[in-house]
């Protein structure tokens, strides 16, 4: 199973928004709802941000918003903060009843 | 507060094995799918292994499958992974993870080294 793929680095200013693309196919970003972010500051374990493509789990901020779009699902950070500045993995549920992670995305708060 | 605690890892020769424990508590354990991942030095996370509540149904990556072996002990809330014929691809930091969606915890891992 390849990992979905991702753009290596995303940045921004403060308060601007980027979106991160999680490319996969219909096997599985495409063929689920089960698309979730993940954001891992260093040395850090990861945080659930998205789950089922657009949920937030509670205590996440509602700057961070999750959509897809065929077997493209893409994470939106609003109102850019400097402690978003860490990386970020999406994972996908895919047909061989496994699941898959993207490449990962380092995104800089310029 | 939910915990997950993993132990067990450590450094071992190519072709060795060792076996993770994933401790859990504040939450009922035997509720919960439950899954490994694990991430090599500076690279991304990568899903490893799953397992249902009860135990009765797995599933692994192509990379580890026939090589590691996940169960579970809801009597003792503890998630395993056994390892075996480890190779230098091996070396990461292994997470336990409950769910893979509204509801998950990832514990802060453990690290496990293949090298001769």
């Known amino acids: 199973q390849s990992a979905l793929t991702q753009p290596a680095s995303v940045s921004g200013s403060p308060g601007q928004s980027i979106t991160i693309s999680c490319t996969g196919t219909s096997s599985d970003v495409g063929g689920y709802n089960y698309v979730s972010w993940y954001q891992q500051h260093p040395g850090k374990a990861p945080k659930l941000m998205i789950y089922?493509?657009?949920n937030r789990p509670s205590g996440v901020s509602d700057r961070f918003s999750g959509s897809k779009s065929g077997n493209t699902a893409s994470l939106t950070i609003s109102g850019l903060q400097a402690e978003d500045e860490a990386d970020y993995y999406c994972?996908?549920?895919?047909?061989?009843?496994?699941?898959?992670f993207g490449s990962g995305t380092k995104v800089t708060v310029l | 507060e939910v915990q997950l605690v993993e132990s067990g890892g450590g450094s071992v020769q190519p072709g060795g094995s060792l076996r993770l424990s994933c401790a859990a508590s504040g939450f009922t354990f035997s509720r919960y799918w439950m899954h490994w991942v694990r991430q090599p030095p500076g690279k991304g996370l990568v899903w490893v292994s799953r397992?249902?509540?009860?135990?009765?149904?797995?599933?692994?990556a192509d990379s580890v499958k026939g090589r590691f072996t996940i169960s579970r002990d809801n009597a003792k809330n503890t998630l395993y992974l056994q390892m075996n014929s480890l190779r230098a691809e091996d070396t990461a930091v292994y997470y336990c993870?409950?769910?893979f969606g509204n509801g998950q915890s990832w514990g802060q891992g453990t690290m496990v080294t293949v090298s001769s």
């Open positions: 397992i249902n509540t009860d135990g009765s149904s797995t599933s692994y």
């Open positions: 993870a409950r769910e």
């Open positions: 994972s996908s549920y895919t047909s061989s009843s496994t699941y898959v």
């Open positions: 089922d493509v657009s």
